[in-house]
């Protein structure tokens, strides 16, 4: 079956685009983030898929199946929802209109990617949790390599740290004591960074209790903007803790952390932790905070035995215990209003409540697809050539993931477009009224997803361990007592076929092709100024700009795309009178985010992903008024990001000072010496559909060297070597020369003489001038600019001179503004940052690679 889901046809990048520029009528920055993430390529780099209904096609082929599969099992009708007994079976076709045009119901990330996707071997889930690290070298070590295992299937992964004792206590090894929880973030992170996921890197979240001893050398590690770069780093925050914030008392930090009797004790005031959580917060945007006794008392799975939750994924919308997984499907609101933008428009809570009751069935089909997914990743395991000892935590990693994944049946069913759909209704973001709209939205959507699982429950069996007393316990299971009592009364009867339902998740990707705002976000910016090359000569031509260089630009205004939708069905042209005016991300009153918020997560059953956009200038009192709010209103995390935080470490006024003066002089710098043996890692990637290859020479982890060409024209290099050491020698007639050594798989040294022999002489060149530049300790995206920036003729010289960019790309930290600031997309002055080796825009999500 999976062998005809694509046709032997293939298309070139060029065709590609035509066609989904006509797709996404002429929205490039969709097309090019569908044809660069989501679109099913080749061995050979090929396409196999021309527009995104290719994709809608060969994941609903998918989804039916399972359906198919399911289609004798009608249970006893008579208990079945009012909606369940008369519903017509999902088959192909309806699955593909779900999906069609992103407009009802759209699987994220890893299932765009991957679903029946014969081209990789792959995990379906976007999230996974994996066990707390057990407290021994061997234990992180063993999390280590579930890491790597993970992060090569394109999971996002979260990890708990609290297990790990506190520095300097007692080990029974030689090292007498331990360097402490902290110690070993930087291992986790420097394997997120090595791990590609089919050019997607890793996703990982590390988290530690506030009680841990170590507390705060883990809130503040990330101040250093070079350390755990790989990571996100969020901190579980306790009511006992919050509450001891609030009435300025004494707090007992403890290891373990729930023993009745700790190990280790030591009394800080909560207040001064509290300063310190939120002043690293403001200035970096890190640690994020988790209210972490809310994550497990309005939890539907958290109270169950194996299932309390330890941690979450990497935006952490999902806490969940060490060894599940979930997958993410979105529901965009957008379309579910009649009428948009009009004196007519109204909420179609009909056909709404269909659509999620649809979704939800979709979402645990997809178990059932992850599992397929999970047995094929453990067939290739089987297959590979490693001794089984080898292979051991990979097999024991995907198995655990397995067995949760049947017991459970976890999903994460969201949506997209909030903001979208409530200004299509005429309606303010920041109002009362809105609150009023999106409380009667979530009410649909929870009834759907629980109609839906409870009729599933009937159908196709219950979760493996539901158990009502259980359910008792929960918080969110006491809400729907009291404000759902038929649901509650059907579930309590019949169970439910899902252990935990539903999220919102962060969308970037997704709401860029569906053309919406994202998740539960109000929309950023309304407008931007956006320029376009021209020929001045040319008729009709209208020259807004001329740079330095003498190049002529037209600008143009780019509409967010809704706003468009509203200007053309209400004729006006200024977008002042929008509902959306004034309730934009930077302009929004915090106080309705959090409001907002509150009342999404009182439907749903695992977390929320979102942020507070705040300007630069906002107080640590007004970040710690927010966060306290939020603790209060009951929301389980909830992100600060003041614009610019990610800009570094404040520097004194001293400092300051000291470059100012340094500002008007030259200074000369001092190369450090070139040790005869220098660490090194090999970085590969595709220029257009040419295989290119660097050689990059470390020198306390920071490029001090490069190398780079065409495969074709360098040495043969095992397609597994990631990294080895460039050693400088001299020939017979003491000439310096520069050889590559690895170790193979057998632990023998391989020795490749004659680097620079391997590599293009222009290039290599070029590459010793680019590498003058980089000892000398010019700032790396300042070389990244000097090197995008050369003007080289010949085009051999410019694939060559992208390939550079692309190797040293990766070794900009995540958050790094680049030399040229401004977006080009939506003009913010600040707007683009170094993410993964990529530039991204912060405000808009644009995004461009290579």
């Not at 599969?69 to 009708?77: L, N, V």
């Not at 060894?323 to 948009?340: K, T």
């Not at 220029?687 to 040495?715: C, Q, S």
Request: overall charge negative; hydrophobic content about 35%; charged content about 30%.
């Amino acid at each position: 079956m999976v062998e005809e889901l694509f046709s032997t046809q293939t298309y070139t990048y060029n065709e590609v685009l035509e066609a989904c520029l006509k797709y996404f009528k002429n929205d490039e920055l969709a097309a090019t983030t569908w044809i660069n993430k989501y679109a099913v390529k080749d061995k050979n780099g090929k396409f196999l898929e021309l527009t995104p209904d290719d994709m809608h096609h060969r994941m609903a082929r998918e989804f039916a199946r399972i359906e198919a599969k399911y289609a004798d099992r009608a249970g006893d009708k008579e208990n079945l929802s009012e909606y369940g007994k008369t519903r017509e079976a999902l088959t192909e076709e309806r699955i593909f209109q779900l999906f069609k045009d992103f407009k009802y119901s759209i699987p994220q990330g890893s299932v765009m990617a991957a679903l029946g996707n014969d081209q990789m071997i792959a995990s379906l889930s976007n999230c996974v949790v994996v066990p707390p690290v057990y407290d021994s070298y061997g234990g992180i070590l063993y999390t280590d390599q579930q890491l790597v295992q993970l992060f090569k299937r394109r999971c996002g992964v979260g990890v708990d740290l609290s297990g790990l004792r506190p520095k300097d206590a007692l080990v029974s090894n030689a090292a007498g004591t331990t360097t402490g929880a902290v110690s070993f973030m930087e291992r986790f992170s420097n394997t997120t960074r090595e791990v590609a996921q089919n050019g997607r890197r890793g996703a990982l979240m590390l988290t530690i209790d506030v009680a841990h001893p170590d507390v705060e050398d883990f809130i503040t590690i990330k101040q250093d903007l070079k350390k755990v770069t790989g990571a996100n780093i969020s901190v579980r925050l306790s009511d006992e803790f919050m509450q001891a914030v609030t009435d300025d008392a004494d707090f007992t930090l403890r290891w373990p952390i729930d023993s009745p009797d700790p190990e280790y004790k030591k009394t800080v005031r909560a207040k001064e932790l509290w300063d310190t959580i939120i002043k690293c917060a403001h200035n970096t945007a890190e640690p994020g905070l988790i209210f972490w006794d809310k994550q497990h008392t309005y939890s539907t799975s958290s109270y169950y035995p194996g299932f309390k939750n330890s941690s979450t994924n990497p935006c952490s919308e999902i806490a969940m215990q060490g060894g599940d997984s979930c997958r993410l499907i979105a529901v965009n609101l957008y379309n579910f209003v009649d009428e948009p933008f009009t004196e007519n428009a109204s909420f179609n809570h009909k056909k709404f409540y269909k659509v999620i009751y649809e979704t939800q069935r979709l979402m645990d089909d997809l178990v059932d697809l992850e599992l397929e997914a999970v047995d094929k990743i453990l067939g290739k395991i089987g297959q590979d050539k490693e001794p089984d000892f080898i292979k051991r935590t990979e097999v024991e990693t995907w198995k655990l993931l397995a067995e949760n994944g049947k017991n459970g049946r976890r999903t994460g069913l969201g949506f997209t477009a909030l903001a979208d759909a409530v200004a299509a209704l005429g309606v303010k973001f920041d109002t009362a009224e809105a609150l009023e709209v999106v409380d009667q939205i979530m009410q649909t959507k929870m009834r759907g997803e629980f109609d839906s699982s409870i009729d599933m429950a009937i159908s196709r069996e219950p979760f493996k361990v539901f158990d009502p007393a259980i359910e008792e316990q929960s918080e969110f299971v006491q809400m729907m007592k009291r404000e759902f009592p038929d649901l509650y009364g059907r579930m309590m009867k019949f169970g439910r076929r899902n252990i935990s339902i539903s999220t919102v998740a962060p969308t970037g990707s997704l709401s860029m092709l569906a053309q919406t705002s994202s998740g539960i976000e109000p929309v950023f910016m309304l407008s931007y100024k956006r320029r376009r090359k021209v020929n001045p000569s040319e008729k009709n031509a209208k020259v807004a700009f001329v740079d330095d260089t003498g190049d002529a630009f037209e600008e143009f205004t780019v509409y967010h795309p809704k706003v468009k939708t509203w200007m053309e069905a209400s004729g006006k042209d200024d977008i002042s009178l929008s509902a959306y005016a004034g309730a934009t991300a930077p302009e929004i009153d915090w106080q309705k985010r959090v409001e907002m918020q509150a009342l999404v997560q009182k439907y749903t059953t695992h977390s929320i992903s979102s942020t507070i956009n705040l300007p630069t200038d906002v107080s640590l009192e007004k970040v710690s008024d927010i966060y306290v709010e939020s603790w209060r209103k009951g929301l389980k995390g909830i992100t600060v990001y003041r614009d610019g935080s990610r800009s570094g470490i404040l520097v004194s006024s001293e400092d300051k000072k000291d470059n100012k003066e340094k500002e008007s002089v030259f200074s000369e710098t001092f190369a450090p010496k070139r040790p005869k043996k220098l660490e090194a890692k090999i970085v590969r990637f595709n220029n257009e559909n040419e295989k290119w290859l660097a050689v990059v020479g470390l020198l306390h982890d920071r490029p001090y060297e490069i190398f780079t060409g065409k495969m074709e024209d360098v040495f043969n290099l095992p397609n597994w070597v990631e990294k080895g050491y460039v050693i400088k020698n001299r020939d017979e007639d003491e000439n310096s020369r520069y050889d590559f050594q690895f170790c193979d798989k057998h632990g023998y040294k391989v020795t490749i003489e004659g680097l620079s022999r391997s590599f293009n002489e222009e290039y290599w060149n070029y590459a010793k001038l680019i590498s003058g530049v980089l000892r000398h300790g010019m700032p790396i995206p300042y070389v990244v600019d000097l090197i995008n920036n050369l003007n080289l003729m010949d085009e051999n010289i410019n694939t060559w001179k992208a390939g550079v960019v692309r190797a040293l790309k990766q070794f900009v930290p995540d958050g790094t503004p680049a030399a040229d600031k401004e977006c080009g997309e939506c003009g913010d002055p600040e707007g683009i940052i170094f993410s993964e080796g990529c530039l991204v825009c912060k405000s808009c999500g644009y995004s461009k690679c290579g």
